[in-house]
């Protein structure tokens, strides 16, 4: 099975488009306290902190240590 052009251009730009909802655990810890005040609106999380959200999901040590703020913040 072949791709045409305008497929491969399409999977190219899918591709593109989704690259940005993958941060890095120090791009993540810059976004974390905006995230935390985020959810506490009932506002839907924007990409960016979706992308915190998602971080989560795939980084243990980000997910320990977002647990932790958050157990923080709710004791404040
Ligand atoms: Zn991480």
Do not use: N
Not at 24 to 34: G, S
Not at 49 to 74: I, S, Y
Request: negative net charge.
């Amino acid at each position: 099975m072949k791709y045409t052009i305008d497929q491969l251009r399409g999977l190219a730009r899918a591709t593109a488009e989704t690259r940005p909802d993958e941060i890095d655990c120090d791009e993540w810890l810059a976004r974390v306290a905006a995230y935390i005040e985020a959810r506490s609106d009932e506002a839907p999380l924007d990409p960016e902190m979706a992308a915190v959200e998602q971080h989560v999901k795939v980084c243990p040590d980000c997910r320990a240590e977002l647990e932790a703020l958050m157990r923080a913040t709710e004791e404040g």
